[in-house]
């Protein structure tokens, strides 16, 4: 059995088998495979067990799936840097291509991968900072996150390089040549695997652990929906949250469908390019706008010191008030304007018919190939656009400021009753933060008040 495995996977069948993957977007295949629809149903009912009790199944679901991760890694990281030609793939890690730095797609993609990593733009971070202590030291959580961060997409770096390393070294197939997403884990990464001797303990590794990282994903972005519309919206009434919570997987489910015929996985690289990377810089343009501006970086400093006890660092005013959104202003505009002048490719599975795929190999022709995307296509993600930016400017429009109020925030007049307030309606465990504003005086002789 093993050995069919082997040659299926070396021989890049395993593609064509798992995802039934079409030669392009237009083509649907089959329909939705069977398995795909298997396993989508299956993660959805593990991330609804997750979420359905709130805090106190999403924090037991947290430890695990925040932990074991680290154990896999660790146990590939040891075995990849004791593969033969694991150098290999380690010269190719740290030996960069400089000149791509003028590349602003390379940007771009660094910055919307930083949003993944720490779930940025997903609600995920605010809605599980929602159940913290008020009085908690917030910035050492966030310098530390970010550096736990940091430290471990190199080490998951080293572990990823040295196994296509090893691969290099095996197949003779070229490192700089591997495709990204499904590419990589499902053909690089489980070619190199197969060559392993205790496959299938390591495959087993390898794959529970991309389980585990993809069901804390979706449970938290799932946490960061339901956390709003059930406790702060009230959109579901008094309906009890187990079954908001099953509506919503149910919603989100049928919507996984889309990624399961042949095309499924040309699908998922348009959701990429499309409704995630351009709104997320936008939700987070937003945010650190109306957090340096709109409340006031004044306001921010009063809240921190009265959370930690302490001002908030002057690193994190500056780069909240000026560097950031200078950055992600400039990264949203680059990234408008390439979206408009080059038409967007995808990458296609193509030569991978079982019938021909070990002559293909022989042949060493490539099996995947960029495709430029239809222009349905490109409208379609168009429209994904506009349906995750357009509520956050209809709101920007509905709660409009006034010009006076502009000025205000320029000038930092804004000020706010910074402090914790206990509310006898709620649980003594449940702290809410109340901002009131002050009427201030402005120069011009208007009063003017805020709430937030």
């Known amino acids: 059995y093993l050995g069919r495995v082997r040659e299926a996977v070396v021989s890049t069948q395993s593609t064509g088998d798992t995802f039934q993957a079409t030669p392009s977007i237009d083509d649907f295949g089959s329909g939705p495979a069977w398995h795909l629809v298997l396993f989508l149903v299956l993660a959805w009912i593990v ?22 991760p680290y154990i896999c890694l660790l146990i590939l990281l040891v075995r990849g840097v004791t593969l033969p030609g694991a150098s290999i793939g380690l010269k190719a890690l740290f030996n960069p291509e400089w000149s791509r730095l003028a590349d602003p797609r390379v940007w771009i993609d660094a910055a919307t991968q930083i949003f993944f990593s720490l779930s940025l733009g997903f609600g995920a971070l605010v809605a599980f ?86 069901i804390s994903s979706q449970f938290g972005t799932l946490a960061g929906l339901v956390t709003p519309l059930y406790n702060d919206l009230k959109v579901f009434g008094t309906t009890r949250k187990e079954l908001c919570v099953a509506i919503l997987a149910l ?106 795929v070990l002559q293909n190999k022989t042949n060493n022709l490539a099996f995947t190939m960029e495709k430029p995307l239809p222009g349905w296509a490109r409208a379609v993600g168009g429209m994904m656009i506009a ?26 007049k804004r000020v706010y009753q910074i402090g914790e307030t206990r509310n006898s309606a709620v649980k003594l465990d449940e702290v809410q933060v109340n901002y009131v504003a002050h009427n201030e005086k402005a120069d011009d002789s208007h009063d003017y008040s805020a709430a937030v």
């Open 47 to 68: 991330t609804y067990l997750c979420v359905f009790q709130g805090v106190k199944s999403t924090g037991k679901a947290a430890y695990f799936a925040a932990t074991f």
């Open 129 to 214: 900072a929602s159940f913290m202590p008020y009085k908690n030291d917030i910035t050492k959580d966030s310098v530390l996150v970010a550096i736990i961060n940091c430290m471990t997409s190199v080490l998951a770096g080293i572990c990823i390089y040295s196994i296509l390393g090893f691969r290099t070294y095996s197949t003779g197939a070229d490192i700089n040549k591997v495709s990204a997403g499904t590419g990589l884990t499902f053909v690089a990464i489980t070619e190199a695997v197969t060559q392993m001797s205790g496959t299938p303990f390591f495959a087993f590794i390898f794959f529970f652990m991309l389980f585990n990282l993809g």
């Open 251 to 356: 919603v989100f489910m049928f919507f996984g469908l889309l990624f399961t015929p042949g095309n499924g996985e040309y699908v998922l690289q348009l959701f990429n390019n499309y409704p995630v990377t351009m709104p997320l810089l936008v939700v987070g343009v937003v945010e650190i706008i109306a957090t340096g501006w709109v409340f006031g970086i004044e306001n921010f400093d009063a809240a921190i010191r009265d959370m930690t006890g302490r001002p908030c660092p002057t690193y994190f005013k500056i780069s909240i008030k000026y560097v950031s959104p200078a950055i992600m202003v400039v990264l949203l505009v680059w990234l408008l304007v390439d979206s408009i002048m080059n038409v967007e490719y995808y990458g296609a599975f193509v030569n991978c018919n079982p019938d021909d």
């Open 387 to 412: 349906v995750c930016v357009l509520p956050v400017a209809i709101y920007g429009v509905l709660n409009r400021m006034s010009v006076a109020e502009i000025k205000q925030c320029i000038y930092g």
